[in-house]
């Protein structure tokens, strides 16, 4: 493993440690708290698309007349991240992308979909992330979270992009997964198969595939340059502290609702 790797890995650990701990995955103890934290989830569902896509444009040709561009080793990795990610098979072998997937897990259990749709709707139809954020009404935390997506993919510097990816979200999928499917598994029916599917179809392709790959996009990206290296470590922090913010924003409506429901004797 390349030595600048294993530097932002040891640098990164306790923050690392700390979404994989979060306490909002023992916080979910019923469907009505699941649906909370998708209702947040989704946003990072959504944009992760968007930073892979923005990474197919960056190292690939996407477009006509075609040439040959970058490393064909570098074009290989991120095409075969696309492909998974893009068009893998839902449980009844059915092509679809993760959001997509994520979307039909909200569905079964129940969850609101109608502020992540209403943001997406809004923002192809204006191309304005603001009047999206507003007219959805997504939760701050959230819309944090896309923005810092966003300043990064709207960087135009392909290591960076890579860093994020790599080190704030697949590598770190696996581990802060498997994390929720053990709490879940104690505590809710069959009635979210789907998303069940979802975390461990991510833990299975991400933690055994994935990762390595984009590993070693982001080595190939910042090569020998120590200042690359140094701004790859910058950015994965800020994307590590956004993601236990949006955990944190998660947590706190959990909490909230729990203590609405006391207050009002609603059973939990």
């Not at 507003?134 to 935390?141: A, F, G, H, L």
């Not at 809710?188 to 996009?217: C, N, T, W």
Request: proline share 3%.
């Amino acid at each position: 493993m390349n030595a600048q790797i294993e530097i932002i890995k040891k640098n990164i650990e306790p923050l690392r440690q700390e979404i994989i701990n979060h306490k909002v995955y023992s916080a979910i103890k019923n469907t009505e708290d699941l649906k909370v934290f998708m209702q947040y989830h989704v946003y990072a569902v959504w944009d992760f698309m968007s930073l892979l896509k923005t990474l197919q444009t960056n190292l690939t040709c996407t477009s006509v007349p075609w040439f040959p561009k970058g490393s064909a080793d570098t074009r290989h990795l991120i095409n075969e991240i696309v492909v998974g990610e893009e068009s893998d098979v839902d449980l009844n072998g059915i092509r679809k992308s993760h959001f997509e997937l994520y979307l039909d897990a909200m569905h079964q259990c129940g969850a609101d979909t109608s502020k992540v749709e209403t943001f997406i709707e809004v923002l192809k139809k204006t191309g304005d992330f603001n009047s999206a954020f507003i007219s959805s009404q997504t939760p701050t935390e959230a819309k944090n979270f896309v923005d810092f997506t966003f300043k990064i993919i709207g960087s135009h510097k392909a290591y960076l992009q890579s860093a994020i990816f790599t080190f704030g979200r697949e590598d770190l999928i696996p581990g802060m997964f498997i994390s929720i499917v053990n709490d879940i598994d104690k505590n809710f029916p069959e009635s979210i198969s789907i998303f069940k599917y979802y975390l461990e179809r991510h833990i299975e392709v991400d933690g055994e595939h994935h990762s390595h790959l984009a590993l070693q996009m982001t080595s190939n990206l910042c090569g020998t340059n120590e200042l690359f290296w140094k701004e790859a470590e910058q950015a994965t922090i800020e994307s590590l502290q956004k993601r236990i913010d949006l955990w944190d924003g998660a947590y706190r409506q959990i909490m909230n609702r729990k203590n609405t429901a006391n207050q009002v004797g609603v059973p939990q």
